[in-house]
């Protein structure tokens, strides 16, 4: 049978007659008038091509394909119900769960902080987070909210720029004193240097600008490889090399000591946007709606 999602609405008004006992009453209640209501169930009966009421002027009564139909659409009402009281219940205030990713360093500095806000403003609203160094795909993982550094190459996400990423190179006082400082890029290679690698890539090309604008990369010698930017960072505080990371991700370890800044006449050639980034708002819930308006206004402050 051709459109039977049409006859949905015909189908709720004949089982509110047969429930009410006449076309009027069931008029009353849907505030249409009984002409309306007449004809809304010959069309359902033209449909199945079945005779479903047996009409008189005093009473009303269901046919056997009536008593069938009745039957057979007993759920209707409480889908229709639930139906109902989850997109009003939506609209009152927002539910569900949201599914947050970001990086390690960024998640625990920056967005760790602000849970604790969400949670009291959407009491109804779970968080899922995954503090990853991984490249996580919005699609495949299920993931609401994202917290992205670079260019985005799928251009279905929405994004919103909510800060900007200067690396730089950092180490600790011990690692100085025992190894020396590299007054050059060039001399990265003849030091001991902490490499950041995902699922993705593995960053052991640190590219540097020169005085005169040039751009140098130096291939750096690995002494320790990790998927983990946070544990790069300690294991520089530890003296064990140094690191290139974000500056503002270190910012603490810098006012308190435990690392100082290297080559800074040679900064890196690029800032990179850190942007926050959902799939389209038609597939959007209105907790995700929530939690995405509320970290767009927090997170710029701080990373800005």
């Given amino acids: 049978m051709e459109q ?15 429930e009410l006992g006449s076309f009027q009453a069931a008029a009353t209640q849907l505030n249409i008038p009984r002409s309306s209501v007449s004809k809304k169930v010959a069309q359902l009966e ?33 889908l229709l119900s639930g139906t109902r009281d989850i997109l009003i219940e939506n609209q009152a205030e927002p539910v569900g769960r949201v599914t947050l990713s970001t990086s390690s360093l960024i998640g625990q500095q920056y967005l760790t902080p602000h849970i604790k806000m969400i949670r009291a403003q959407y009491p ?58 590299p007054k050059t890029p060039d001399a990265l290679r003849e030091h001991d240097c902490l490499v950041f690698k995902n699922n993705k890539s593995k960053m052991n090309h640190w590219q540097f600008e020169s005085k005169d604008g040039g751009i140098t990369s130096i291939a750096v010698e690995e002494s320790i490889v990790a998927n983990s930017g946070r544990a790069l960072i300690d294991m520089a505080v ?7 990371v974000d500056r503002q991700t270190v910012e603490a ?12 006449h040679f900064p890196s050639p690029a800032r990179l946007p850190i942007q926050l980034v959902c799939l389209g708002k ?16 927090a997170l710029p402050a701080q990373l800005s």
């Fill in 4 to 18: 039977l999602h049409l006859q949905l609405p015909n189908v709720y008004i004949f089982r509110l007659v047969s």
């Fill in 46 to 78: 033209d449909y199945l091509q079945q005779r479903l009421l047996q009409r008189s002027t005093r009473n009303l009564k269901l046919t056997e394909d009536g008593l069938r139909l009745l039957k057979a659409t007993s759920g209707l009402e409480g």
């Fill in 238 to 244: 530890h003296g064990l090399g140094i690191v290139h």
């Fill in 124 to 181: 109804k609203v779970t968080l899922h987070i995954s503090y990853s160094d991984d490249v996580e795909d919005l699609l495949d993982e299920g993931i609401d909210i994202a917290i992205r550094t670079g260019k985005l190459p799928d251009s279905s996400l929405v994004a919103r720029s909510i800060g900007w990423k200067d690396s730089g190179c950092f180490a600790s006082p011990d690692y100085l004193a025992c190894h020396g400082e």
């Fill in 282 to 297: 038609h597939t959007r819930s209105k907790a995700v709606d929530a939690v995405w308006n509320y970290l767009s206004e």
């Fill in 253 to 264: 370890e810098l006012q308190s000591g435990y690392l100082v800044p290297i080559l800074e």
